[in-house]
């Protein structure tokens, strides 16, 4: 069974600076898709950025990108010039494919991120 | 997101009461699910369904029912309701085409 493992409970970054985010997962599966979620006090769980296991190419969001280790099963997300509205929890997720053709998401503990102004 | 509701939104419930959570979704996506969210576990599947009538358990199904009679409508039920259910309930969608899963809001389910 896949799993997904965010070993960094709780981070904190100084405004301006840059962060990253760690995660890591188990699979037997060669193509599948990997996505970093945000949740901010608000609760809404809000999708970040996603990677296609079969491209090479880092995936990019404006200040949000990142670091796919595809041999190592490594999925990290660098936050550039952090703010203060990035503060929130952050998951890293992976969707596999079931029998049947049915996808099933599968979510790390998650990493709460504090901004420092 | 607008195209996923979750009622109730809070609700506070006895021991050994039944619960019904109901997801609702305008997007006409194929797949649904239940997920629970409890500090230090993220979120874990309890249900899906990839149909009308076709659901499959998650990690964490004890306790839990599901059922989709419709492609818009997936519900959760609680049989007997107990503390250990306490927490935050989300509904996901996703489709084929679409492969990020998309949130409703929410139900913070409280039992006493």
């Known amino acids: 069974a896949q799993t997904v493992t965010q070993s960094q409970p709780e981070m904190s970054v100084q405004e301006a600076e840059t962060v990253t985010l760690s995660c890591t997962y188990d699979?037997?599966?060669?193509?599948?898709?990997l996505f970093w979620y945000k949740q901010p006090p608000s609760r809404q769980m809000i999708l970040v950025i996603r990677?296609?296991?079969?491209?090479?190419q880092n995936a990019t969001e404006n200040r949000f990108s990142v670091n796919f280790q595809k041999a190592a099963k490594s999925f990290s997300l660098k936050i550039s010039d952090s703010q203060l509205g990035d503060a929130a929890m952050y998951f890293c997720?992976?969707?596999?494919?079931?029998?049947?053709?049915?996808?099933?998401?599968?979510f790390g503990t998650g990493t709460r991120l504090k901004v420092l102004a | 997101d607008a195209g996923i509701t979750q009622s109730p939104r809070h609700k506070v419930t006895e021991t050994g009461t039944p619960v019904t959570l109901r997801c609702h979704q305008t997007e006409n996506h194929r797949y649904m699910y239940w997920y629970r969210q409890d500090p230090g576990h993220g979120l874990r599947l309890i249900h899906y369904?990839?149909?009308?009538?076709?659901?499959d358990k998650g990690e964490v199904s004890d306790g839990y029912s599901v059922s989709r009679s419709k492609t818009e409508d997936f519900l959760l039920t609680l049989e007997s309701a107990t503390s250990s259910q306490t927490s935050v309930y989300f509904c996901a969608i996703s489709a084929r085409d679409r492969p990020a899963v998309l949130f409703g809001p929410g139900t913070r389910l409280t039992v006493t």
């Open positions: 997720a992976y969707r596999s494919v079931g029998t049947s053709g049915t996808y099933k998401y599968i």
């Open positions: 990677q296609e296991a079969y491209k090479q």
């Open positions: 699979t037997s599966e060669s193509d599948y898709y």
């Open positions: 369904s990839y149909g009308v009538k076709d659901t």
